[in-house]
């Protein structure tokens, strides 16, 4: 019995000397996030490598949701179903209902994240982690394919090459406390997309789009199209019904304060991250750095940015807590919309009111207008590249 457990133990545990980043390189991310979340006393690494984990987890989870339905890449308006996969022959037809499990399967996963980032909390700790390591298991195979690799899907694909100033190449991250911020900042925003995605229940849109589109496609017979709009611009069309669909219905109010909670724990942990990283007095292979530091990834990172960004999110605070309202063309200089009461009571979107004014006067009200002058200075501070920043700041 005593040599079964041994052998058990071997066969479980990571090799010897093996660090975290290369258990993940032989293993994949999900048997190192169940070695990890085993552990009886994990020290600050571990926690973070298991926070990290399951936030690239519930990534993966939704990427092999993808492949298994064949949903392509071509989704650019929203995270995760813009990313490029491997394509998946023998995909089953994606239905309504796979939607509303990928995004709450996401959502649980930044749950476990952020349960593992609240046992770290502030407590000091250095993870050092090869990019080249990470990998996604799309095809669930268990073994590390092309185009699985963390590159490939995510890593210059948001269009960041422009940002590059210093290729890298093979960037090792030197990860530490304020990115424990950081990261729990995304998980928010993730969990804010998704509690305001299903207060639209988009189910029944996009079993309505779908059910139209069959029935379009089926009255073209044996004779092709006479041109090729539908080849060109069908899909989009059809996606933007999807979303309009779902957005005409009144959503549900405890979704949207969910969300809106995450939207703003999201600016908390920014900027606790930039009160964390504006203090650090080393350089070595940033996430992302100071004005005094410089990225592990290459990245250009113009001084000053962290003081812009945190003026864009006091902005986006000011907003999300009614201190100031969104300018509307039919609302005149003095007043502007509430962005917390249309959260607290959430409004159907329907496209016609809204651009009359009608629809949103019950938002509206006299007080201080958000001004575009944050976003104008960080998007002249990062060269035109805000949006490329902003998906990389959080």
């Not at 990928?102 to 990019?131: C, V």
């Not at 063309?329 to 919309?337: D, N, T």
Request: hydrophobic share 45%.
């Amino acid at each position: 019995m005593r040599r079964l457990l041994l052998t058990f133990a071997l066969l479980t545990s990571p090799a010897a000397a093996e660090t975290i980043s290369e258990e993940i390189a032989r293993t994949g991310l999900g048997p190192t996030e169940a070695r990890l979340a085993a552990l009886s006393s994990p020290t600050n690494e571990d926690l973070f490598a298991l926070a990290g984990l399951r936030f690239l987890g519930g990534v993966e989870a939704a990427l092999q949701l993808r492949w298994q339905t064949g949903v392509r890449a071509d989704w650019s308006e929203l995270p995760i179903l813009r990313l490029p996969i491997p394509e998946n022959p023998d995909a089953r037809p994606f239905v309504p209902a796979d939607f509303t499990t990928l995004l709450t399967g996401l959502d649980a996963d930044m749950d476990s994240a952020r349960a593992a980032l609240t046992q770290l909390g502030d407590k000091p700790f250095a993870l050092e982690i090869r990019l080249a390591d990470l990998w996604f298991d799309i095809d669930m195979n268990g073994t590390r394919n092309e185009g699985e690799d963390v590159a490939s899907v995510a890593g210059l694909t948001l269009g960041g090459a422009r940002m590059v100033a210093v290729p890298v190449p093979d960037p090792v991250i030197r990860f530490d406390t304020a990115d424990a911020a950081w990261l729990t900042a995304y998980t928010h925003f993730l969990s804010g997309f998704v509690s305001t995605a299903l207060a639209y229940d988009p189910e029944p849109a996009i079993r309505r789009v779908m059910d139209s589109s069959t029935a379009i496609y089926a009255l073209w017979g044996d004779t092709p199209p006479p041109n090729a709009m539908d080849m060109m611009f069908g899909r989009q069309v059809d996606r933007i019904a999807m979303v309009l669909f779902a957005l005409s219905k009144t959503p549900d109010k405890a979704l949207a304060l969910d969300a809106h909670g995450h939207f703003l724990s999201m600016i908390t942990e920014n900027r606790r991250f930039w009160a964390l990283v504006g203090v650090e007095e080393d350089n070595d292979r940033e996430w992302v750095p100071n004005d005094r530091q410089a990225s592990g990834l290459g990245f250009a990172v113009p001084p000053g940015t962290g003081d812009r960004w945190q003026a864009v999110l006091a902005d986006a605070e000011a907003l999300l807590t009614g201190e100031a309202l969104i300018p509307h063309w039919r609302f005149g200089a003095e007043a502007g919309i509430n962005l917390k009461r249309a959260f607290e009571n959430p409004p159907a979107v329907d496209l016609v009111t809204w651009i009359q004014g009608e629809g949103l006067l019950p938002y509206a009200e006299k007080g201080r207008r958000i001004s575009p002058a944050a976003w104008n200075d960080f998007e002249r501070l990062v060269s035109g590249d805000a949006i490329l920043f902003a998906v990389f700041l959080n």
